[in-house]
């Protein structure tokens, strides 16, 4: 059974930075790719980034690039994401996700089978 736990959110203020932790368990994640979504009240889930299995290889939704950083450590199962220079319009539920790993990434919501419960990020003005 996999299960993945979002930790990190809360309350911050434009311009801020918070650091988002997933930790996977029940399975050995190596061969997964690991990503993060958000999902603002009135809105679509959105991508953001997802992080590969086989190289590493990064990759960001246009709304944070440049602002976000995904990374991870298959050590632990966590992946992570660093977010710098927030806007309230960054205010979402981010979730995490993983899939096994194909020989292309996706952003497609409906392509990660695994996702967390959420957790919260508000960015005040």
């Known amino acids: 059974q996999v299960q993945l736990v979002e930790s990190g959110g809360g309350l911050v203020q434009a311009g801020g930075s918070l650091r988002l932790s997933c930790a996977a368990s029940?399975?050995?994640?190596?061969?997964?790719?690991m990503g993060w979504f958000r999902q603002a009240p009135g809105k679509e889930r959105e991508f953001l980034a997802v992080i590969t299995w086989s190289d590493g290889s990064t990759y960001y939704g246009d709304s944070v690039k440049g602002r976000f950083t995904i990374s991870r450590d298959n050590s632990k199962n966590t992946v992570y994401l660093q977010m710098n220079s927030l806007k309230p319009e960054d205010t979402a539920l981010y979730y995490c996700?993983?899939?096994?790993?194909?020989?292309?990434?996706?952003?497609?919501?409906?392509?990660?089978?695994?996702w967390g419960q959420g957790t919260q990020v508000t960015v005040s003005s």
């Open positions: 029940g399975r050995t994640f190596s061969r997964y790719d």
């Open positions: 996700v993983v899939r096994l790993g194909s020989y292309y990434y996706s952003s497609r919501a409906n392509d990660y089978p695994y």
